[in-house]
């Protein structure tokens, strides 16, 4: 134990030591993006070779980047966190408040909703150290068109928290209360209804990265705008799925009110892809190496 201890702490405190340096060189992340997007097209490709270890160890200071960057974002959710949970309880038609049984869920709620809020907050810094962890392996153009999405990606997940929090989980509430309520009284239980809530807004920020991954893929050449749409209804088959599992209730209501944006997202990634991404990064590829022959 006191060696798994030393190593924790070691980790911990390369990683601070990793992020005060990049502290003092704020602009260094623009120089990088500076020469990913200033270079030439023809300029030569430039891999980090890393060993097992290194990429071992370069994984670890990304994760401790990002649980660095959360905690002070957790201590801003925790301050927001009970004006949040009175917003639940309203939306969630609680007219006598949120339901708890274990003395001490009033607790556990809040932190749960701060680490939701801090993760939130944080998704762009999460989605950043990702990509810095996978950018070495990929070529310039492959390093661009990542780069370049990762705006829409925080843009998306907001839009599709705040969807979820506005519109999908009080919508999928007050549809639950109002069945059959002559027979029930609508009490719900408080750590079943923020999990309901959390859960809508999380899976509905992934899920609305579906434009971008779309663009992704056909900008790469995996897929092709054509094979996008001949594939609509294998697209709503398995919208459908993500939608029931997204969804914590079982009833079409809340289905729909989840699938409908998915595959009016999933229309809009066709528009994209057949705007910006007509040439895949595999054709220019294929195109070089035919004039250099």
Not at 32 to 52: C, K, Q, S, V, W
Not at 90 to 97: L, M
Request: glycine share 4%; no cysteine; net charge positive.
């Amino acid at each position: 134990m006191a060696s798994i201890a030393r190593l924790v702490g070691r980790a911990s405190a390369t990683a601070v030591v990793k992020t005060v340096n990049a502290a003092r060189h704020p602009l260094a992340p623009y120089h990088a993006l500076r020469d990913i997007y200033g270079a030439p097209d023809d300029a030569p490709e430039i891999f980090a070779e890393m060993t097992l270890t290194e990429h071992l160890t370069e994984l670890r200071d990304r994760i401790l980047r990002v649980v660095l960057a959360i905690v002070p974002l957790f201590i801003i959710g925790f301050y927001f966190s009970n004006s949040i949970l009175l917003q639940i309880t309203q939306r969630a038609n609680a007219v006598d408040g949120l339901d708890v049984r274990s003395p001490t869920d009033p607790l556990t709620l809040t932190f749960k909703v701060a680490t939701y809020i801090a993760i939130s907050i944080g998704m762009p810094v999460i989605v950043y150290q990702i990509v810095a962890f996978l950018s070495p392996g990929l070529t310039r153009r492959e390093k661009r068109v990542l780069f370049t999405s990762l705006p829409f990606v925080s843009i998306l997940f907001i839009l599709g928290a705040a969807y979820g929090f506005f519109v999908a989980a009080p919508r999928a509430l007050y549809f639950l209360s109002s069945w059959n309520s002559a027979a029930f009284s609508w009490q719900p239980d408080g750590p079943e209804t923020i999990s309901f809530f959390l859960t809508l807004m999380l899976g509905l920020g992934i899920s609305f990265q579906l434009p971008v991954l779309m663009f992704i893929l056909a900008k790469i050449g995996i897929v092709t705008p054509p094979n996008m749409r001949k594939w609509r209804r294998y697209a709503i088959l398995l919208i459908s799925v993500a939608a029931a599992v997204i969804t914590p209730s079982t009833d079409p209501f809340n289905m729909m009110i989840v699938a409908v944006p998915l595959y009016v997202l999933y229309e809009l990634g066709i528009v994209i892809s057949s705007i910006f991404a007509r040439t895949s990064l595999r054709d220019i590829r294929a195109r070089n190496e035919a004039t250099i022959a």
